[in-house]
């Protein structure tokens, strides 16, 4: 099996193709693991955000042969905490290690960036469906602790009106020194 091969991206990649090909990945990826959560036609994200992100270089992206197989985003939260969010791989890559090498480039990015913790954010119904049941078992495996869980109308309000069930965010942190 080939190992995926991560690019973090610089604004001279933002090319129409490449912009689009990142939006749809993740909104293909978001739609199979939250269609159940939302209003129909709810997309994660839009080729204006993708573009923004590229040319703030916010993004990583994994390849396989060639092709992009996934990609993340990474943030700066607090002075001492840093963010990814957006991880997603391309369906015909699940289980490939896309996911896992995307999280550890977010890690390895952060740590060189000074970051003391990891952030990442679960938006999922309650209680949560197959998919997010077995993304908060993996980010635990891989070393995430729960915070702290709030109503989605608290921690994020522009999502509360699109929701078909009751949803909440839970933030888990990870230590990275």
């Known amino acids: 099996m080939t190992a995926p091969t991560l690019c973090h991206v610089s604004p001279k990649d ?3 193709t490449t912009v689009g090909r990142v939006t749809n990945l993740i909104n293909e990826a978001y739609q199979w693991s939250e269609a159940e959560l939302w209003i129909k036609d709810k997309e994660r994200t839009n080729t204006m955000e993708i573009k923004s992100l590229f040319e703030n270089r916010m993004i990583i992206l994994a390849y396989i042969e060639d092709a992009i197989s996934g990609a993340v985003k990474i ?7 840093s963010g990814f969010s957006m991880l997603s791989a391309a369906m015909e890559n699940m289980g490939r290690g896309v996911g896992r090498a995307l999280v550890a480039a977010a890690e390895r990015w952060a740590r060189n960036s000074g970051y003391q913790k990891m952030e990442i954010e679960i938006v999922r119904s309650d209680p949560p469906n197959d998919h997010k ?3 908060q078992d993996w980010y635990t495996r891989l070393g995430y602790v729960e915070q702290s869980t709030y109503p989605i109308s608290l921690r994020i309000p522009e999502l509360a009106p699109l929701q078909r069930m009751i949803c909440v965010s839970t933030l888990y942190h990870k230590r990275l020194q």
């Open 133 to 135: 049941s077995f993304l």
């Open 75 to 81: 943030e700066e939260i607090t002075p001492e905490v």
């Open 14 to 16: 933002a090319t129409d």
